[in-house]
T-cell receptor
Framework: AQKITQTQPGMFVQEKEAVTLDCTYD???????LFWYKQPSSGEMIFLIY??????QNATEGRYSLNFQKARKSANLVISASQLGDSAMYFC???????????FGTGTRLLVSP | NAGVTQTPKFRVLKTGQSMTLLCAQD?????MYWYRQDPGMGLRLIHY???????AKGEVPDGYNVSRLKKQNFLLGLESAAPSQTSVYFC???????????FGEGSWLTVV
């Protein structure tokens, strides 16, 4: 069965520094997608970035990049130049193309300090 | 996330009462999902649908029923609410390619 693991319950970073949030996944399906979502204290789920299993290059969206290492089954999120507004919960998720089921990790809480 | 709308946003129920959460999407998405979020447990899939008239169980389906009579709507029902169903419920929808998934703003449900 597919599974997402986020081993960092909390992370601290200073403003303007880069931070990496870890995500490992487990699936036997050759076709899958990986997502990162941000959940601020207001509660909504905000899509950040997507990586398909067949994509050759790492996905990037502004200050967000996904470090995709397929052989290690890892999909770490890198946030460059952290801002105070980046303080939030971050969830890694995986979707399997066969039945389109999106499965989430337990999340990492990021705190950005001035 | 203007494309996915959940109603109601807040509700307090008494144990044993029933209610329905409505999710509506205007993006013509094939797939729709209901999740619950509890502290420290991420989002867990309750039920999902891959098309109009079809539904399937997710990780935690017990105590819930769903229906997808119209492509744009996905209803989540609690027939006899229990305190263990106190949670935040999220609806989501996605295209058939699965690389764009949008969430509603969440529905806060308390069962007393």
């Amino acid at each position: 069965a597919q599974k997402i693991t986020q081993t960092q319950p909390g992370m601290f970073v200073q403003e303007k520094e880069a931070v990496t949030l870890d995500c490992t996944y487990d699936t036997s399906d050759p076709s899958y997608g990986l997502f990162w979502y941000k959940q601020p204290s207001s509660g909504e789920m905000i899509f950040l970035i997507y990586q398909g299993s067949y994509d050759q290059q790492n996905a990037t969206e502004g200050r967000y990049s996904l470090n995709f290492q397929k052989a290690r089954k890892s999909a770490n999120l890198v946030i460059s130049a952290s801002q105070l507004g980046d303080s939030a919960m971050y969830f890694c998720a995986m979707i399997i193309s066969g039945f389109q089921k999106l499965v989430f990790g337990t999340g990492t809480r990021l705190l950005v300090s001035p | 996330n203007a494309g996915v709308t959940q109603t109601p946003k807040f509700r307090v129920l008494k144990t044993g009462q029933s209610m329905t959460l409505l999710c509506a999407q205007d993006m013509n998405h094939e797939y729709m999902y209901w999740y619950r979020q509890d502290p420290g447990m991420g989002l867990r899939l309750i039920h999902y649908s891959v098309g109009e008239g079809t539904t399937a169980k997710g990780e935690v389906p017990d105590g819930y029923n769903v229906s997808r009579l119209k492509k744009q709507n996905f209803l989540l029902g609690l027939e006899s609410a229990a305190p263990s169903q106190t949670s935040v419920y999220f609806c989501a929808s996605s295209s058939a390619t699965g690389n764009t998934i949008y969430f509603g703003e969440g529905s806060w449900l308390t069962v007393v």
